[in-house]
């Protein structure tokens, strides 16, 4: 009887040894071998001198190409390089706005711009770029490479371009966001927007008052270019560019506006249409029954 019992613990050894030093882990050559006490496995394997973690376990091939144990910060680096990618369809080392890798030289004073024109391929000096803002300061982590460089990633004139071309291609939302305000002001209340990075999209899907307000566009005509015309004057609205403007436009006489039907009531959704800003500036505070006043009187004076 002692002697079959030798028999098998032997057998049994060297079945777990080959399992050993075939990548075997302790769990798996458990699952592989017939039930034993953990006290009888732990001596069988001191006995056959393989304790401690299996080192011809075949390496699990690293999703981001290295360990988050061995190099934490490479391995976020890399992680965020490859979400990144996957949320928009980039390179992270592909030229883009704000790229913290973005070249410059103090001693050279020159500076590259790294908005979608200029690529970071365009070179200018220091007093062409905005210097980095208190918010900037108050997140040192966040905007370090801003802080290190001195400077916002973009030209003064990149950015007010940049924020015109924005408004342009967005027309109705840059409108509401305005409308927005005009309401705060009148103490109406205003439906809570989602707050972040590339969150513009979700808005104007999902926020109920901006879906609305698009109905103000519907019964507007449009020119050859896709310019809304004004329903007072019959002219193309759109806002020209000005790179001394704040946001890359002033409100010029075709530029279109929000204005209230009847300016002795607040900003509420019925009382208010989209007009040019020359039609808007024409009426001033006046009420419909003004304006129909105004223009009956100046029937009569030019006859």
Known sequence: MRRGKLTTNRALGVKVLDLWEKGYTHKQILKEIPPISGEVFGNMKKSLGITGKNPNVPKKELKYGVSHTEDPHEYDR????????????????????????????????????????????????????QPPSPIHYTNPVKYA????????NRTIQCLSYTAWLQNENNLEWSLYINYRDMRKKDGLPVTKLKMGSNVREHNMANDVDYLRFLEKFKNLEK????N??????????????NPDATHGYLNAINAPSVDRIDSSKPHTMDNIHIISWEANNHKGNA?????????????????
């Open 145 to 152: 490479s801003i802080l290190k460089r001195g400077c916002l």
């Open 223 to 226: 020119d050859k270019d896709g």
């Open 78 to 129: 890399r992680r965020y390089k490859a979400k990144y990618k996957e949320r928009t369809g980039k390179d992270w080392d592909e030229p883009r706005i704000g790229m913290t890798g973005a070249f410059y030289d103090k001693d050279m004073n020159l500076y590259a711009c790294s908005c979608d024109r200029c690529k970071n391929e365009m070179l200018w000096p220091l007093d062409f770029f």
């Open 228 to 241: 809304y015309i004004c329903p007072i004057y019959k002219k193309p609205m759109f806002r020209e560019y």
């Open 287 to 303: 009420s419909p029954e003004q304006m129909i006043m105004q223009g009956n009187y100046y029937k009569k004076i030019e006859k």
